[in-house]
């Protein structure tokens, strides 16, 4: 579930830099105030072992193939969602440095990708409220399951949006996704198996790990200030790739319009609403035979590597549902914030 | 001021789960001694040492170093007096390089940076490892990682060593090198180790524990004479003690 | 895993790129990545100068040029395997190469293969020269968190000894395997369990060799170097070539030189 380098666009890895950059500067802030000083080894032990685990290959009963732990969750459960996500954050660095796995500039969605979404969204928001106070038997078994399936459903969408909104892939929006998706169900599964029986093998032999391990020094909720902070970035994020694409629309806008109207011109201003109306259901039929670079578009502008590096007009429509689609996941995720303390 | 003495009195200890690893422990060792506690896996050994700079708490009674009982209050100055080097040193290297793992201590008791230097080159003069200094701890072999740790230990310039299993998993030349340094030291020494001929040639005073308990408390040579208590602890006198591994006769180093 | 201690010891060497500070050299690789990943989709030519710094490093810094060649040469079939798409999906024509018609599609994934082996290879070198652990100070000394510089230290400290650790218990289990193929997710789990609770024991022993010598909660990384004139001039000199190969094609330049200077000779009687 790496992104590599080659697929994600200055704009992009530089926007998800800055997110996971905050996200990880707020961890380190809040761990700074936190007086167990056990943390401090436990956290590079933890990631040395992550990554030494990631490196052990099980093959998957019934398919022929092999998987190795992805270790977020497992991280996050042991460790509380602040420590985990320095962890994960090392072991991607250390893996994109010398392994090349990944990237340099997608380092900031990777790390956004495996270790925000799970310490900061999975963790506290599937996690904690499936598997209550105490945690033991079944029901632990079964949250652990389910957040795993979460995080590797987000994950990989979260790749498939990144790399939507590079546009240096010409692998259409749907095909990626019908990729990436059902696949990573089955990953999802198997990552949820493993991640469960390892927590369960560890409460077995040490349960005071479980219950009182780093966690209990940090309070696991996190302030409305990050939520806040969240909902900033997905709006600088929205707005990046709105003007990137805004900066077609006048052209393809104007195709469309003459397409529709049979003239450049728009004549008259109560028509103008009308025409861009008209316009961008034109843009949005289009879809299903939807590519990053639409030929007729691409005709419209010049030179052709100018079209190449901006995105037809045809992903205005999609984009603008999938921002949607977000701004809601985070605009719940609050909601539920505000009643919680309410 | 009691000269840097380590008594422990009536110590007992037991763990979370219910073991009991320490009971009623009492002795007193003086400034400048150089003392082995031995014994059988699981005798407390590991568990005693521990309770010397604080690591773990007594049950009951007390353990005191000098002028000070062992308590959350007095950790720091205990520490300071104690010197502790474990039984896997990578446990103990933790840093990036020897250089900063020796420094690690000084600068944590607020040793001027422009002092460290000093103070490392000495440690590391100490144990014989100077040219070690900008290495990684995982580029060095058993027996270099068993001297650096000690040096790391060294540059705090503790009054007490205390060290667990100093020679375990050396090869012979290895081992040879920290038996010197070990005799050099004019430290008070306390040394946990299975290795008996070490002990017969590095320590005067034994303690001998078994099941929490210690069994028998005075010099190596009555000790190690006593060949009944030995097996009494699962424990047999040094192989230099013992008949010729070849021939079997007593008392004969080559036939 | 390897390739770890190879490239940490090529570290130690004594050369001038060497000698500089960290700072220098990280700030210098940071922006040879942005500035090659800024690059259009199609581009292709104009990336190919940006190889004469790796070149360049290799030679200055005397390291073995086939290592960082093995090293680099990993990544491309990942790359490719990315990239590979493209051609399927973009077919509009960009270009006649003679009588070729090269599609989007086929320069994109090129475009993909190149951009990934630059930003490789300007990662190991940067380790090569610099070592893992001056390059993660040098970081936070340009800003990263100290926890995070810290939690790097530690992790790699350990990373060896627990790679080893989980080496030997696969090693184990295959010898105990009699031929059958892969591990279960049963032994995985439970390996990994042991392994991590191995992992969470010796932490607390660390924990408390640091105890031993006085932490109380603050880590001293002490180094000297200063950021003088040589690294002044090794950040500007390179940066400004970036770029000037950013916004100028030589490749192509050159291309047209020389192909209208066999025109204007067929041209000619």
């Known amino acids: 579930m790496h992104m590599a380098d080659a697929l994600v666009s200055p704009a992009v890895g530089g926007v998800m830099w800055a997110v996971s950059a905050g996200a990880v500067a707020y961890s380190s802030a809040r761990l700074r105030k936190d007086t167990d000083e056990r943390r401090v080894p436990l956290m590079g032990v933890m990631g040395a072992f992550l990554f030494a685990a990631q490196m052990i290959n099980f093959s998957i009963p019934g398919t022929g193939s092999s998987g190795h732990l992805g270790g977020g969750l497992l991280l996050a459960i042991l460790l509380g969602p602040h420590a985990a996500l320095l962890a994960i954050t090392g072991v991607l660095i250390v893996q994109a440095l010398f392994f090349a796995d990944g990237g340099l500039l997608a380092l900031g969605c990777n790390i956004f990708n495996m270790g925000v979404i799970p310490a900061f969204l999975v963790y506290p928001l599937v996690y904690k409220k499936l598997a209550g106070q105490r945690p033991a038997g079944t029901r632990l078994s079964f949250a652990v399951i389910v957040s795993a399936v979460v995080t590797l459903q987000l994950g990989p969408f979260a790749v498939v949006l990144e790399t939507l909104f590079s546009g240096l892939s010409a692998l259409p929006f749907t095909t990626f996704l019908l990729l990436m998706q059902p696949v990573h169900l089955a990953i999802g599964l198997v990552e949820g198996v493993v991640t469960a029986a390892i927590v369960s093998f560890v409460y077995l032999a040490r349960p005071e790990l479980m219950h009182a391990g780093l966690q209990s020094a940090l309070p696991v909720a996190y302030p409305l200030r990050n939520l806040v902070v969240g909902f900033l970035c997905a709006a600088i994020l929205t707005g990046g790739v709105v003007s990137l694409v805004a900066s077609n629309n006048p052209d393809g806008l104007e195709w469309a319009i003459t397409r529709v109207a049979g003239t450049a011109e728009l004549k008259a201003p109560d028509n103008r609403l009308h025409s861009w109306l008209a316009g961008l259901q034109e843009t949005v039929s289009f879809l299903p035979d939807y590519a990053f670079k639409h030929p007729a578009v691409a005709e419209a502008q010049a030179p052709a590597s100018r079209a190449a590096e901006t995105a037809g007009t045809s992903l205005a429509g999609l984009v603008g549902v999938m921002i949607t689609l977000l701004l809601l996941m985070l605009g719940g995720a609050l909601l539920k914030r505000v009643r919680a303390t309410a | ?255 | 895993m390897l390739d770890f201690r190879q490239l940490d010891q090529l570290a130690v060497r004594d050369t001038r790129i060497h000698r500089l500070d960290a700072r220098a050299k990280v700030l210098v690789v940071l922006i040879f990545i942005v500035t090659v990943v800024s690059f259009g989709r199609y581009e292709l030519s104009a990336m190919v100068p940006f190889f004469l710094f790796p070149v360049a490093v290799v030679v200055l810094a005397d390291l073995p040029a086939g290592f960082v060649a093995r090293k680099v040469a990993l990544v491309i079939p990942f790359a490719a395997a990315i990239g590979i798409f493209n051609p399927l999906f973009d077919r509009e024509i960009q270009l006649y190469l003679g009588p070729f018609a090269v599609s989007g599609g086929w320069l994109s994934c090129a475009s993909i293969v190149l951009r990934a082996t630059l930003t490789v290879t300007a990662a190991v070198i940067l380790v090569a020269v610099t070592g893992f652990t001056a390059v993660c100070e040098a970081l936070e000394r340009l800003g990263m968190p100290h926890p995070l510089a810290v939690q790097l230290l530690f992790m790699h400290r350990y990373l060896f000894v627990l790679a080893d650790a989980a080496a030997r218990a696969s090693r184990a289990r295959e010898l105990r395997a009699c031929g059958t193929r892969g591990m279960g997710m049963g032994p995985f789990a439970s390996m990994a369990g042991h392994l991590l609770l191995k992992s969470w024991e010796r932490a607390e022993r660390i924990h408390m060799a640091m105890l031993a010598r006085g932490f109380q909660g603050t880590f001293h990384l002490q180094r000297g170097s200063g950021f003088g004139l040589p690294e002044l001039s090794f950040l500007v000199s390179w940066t400004a070539l970036f770029m000037i190969l950013r916004f100028t094609n030589i490749p192509l330049s050159i291309g047209h030189a020389v192909t209208a200077f066999f025109n204007a000779g067929r041209l000619m009687p």
């Open chain 2, 1 to 255: 001021m009691s000269h840097h003495i380590v008594a422990a009195d009536r110590l007992s200890f037991s763990y979370p789960d219910g073991t009991a690893a320490l009971r009623s422990v009492s002795f007193c060792i003086h400034h400048g001694e150089s003392v082995a506690l031995i014994g059988a896996n699981g005798a407390g050994k590991s568990t005693l040492l521990q309770q010397l700079n604080g690591c773990l708490t007594p049950s009951s009674g007390e353990v005191r170093i000098g002028d000070f009982p062992v308590t959350p209050r007095t950790l720091q100055e205990v520490r300071r007096t104690v010197g502790m080097v474990f039984q896997d040193p990578d446990d103990q290297l933790f840093m990036p390089t020897v250089f900063d793992d020796i420094a690690f201590g000084p600068l944590n008791r607020g040793v001027a940076p422009g002092d460290i230097e000093a103070q490392v080159a000495a440690a590391l003069q100490a144990v014989g490892v100077g040219h070690l200094a900008g290495k990684p701890p995982y580029r060095l072999s058993c027996g270099e990682k068993k001297r650096v740790a000690i040096a790391t230990v060294l540059a705090m310039d503790p009054a007490i060593l205390v060290m667990d299993e100093p020679t375990a998993g050396l090869d012979p030349f290895s081992r040879r090198e920290v038996i010197k340094l070990l005799k050099n030291f004019s430290h008070t020494r306390i040394i946990t180790s299975h290795d008996l001929d070490m002990v017969a040639e590095v320590c005067d005073r034994v303690i001998v524990m078994h099941g929490g308990e210690i069994r028998a408390d005075g010099t190596a040579e009555e000790i190690f004479a006593d060949t009944e208590l030995l097996a009494g602890c699962r424990l047999e006198p040094p192989f230099s003690m013992q008949a010729c591994v070849v021939c079997g006769r007593r008392g004969v180093t080559a036939c």
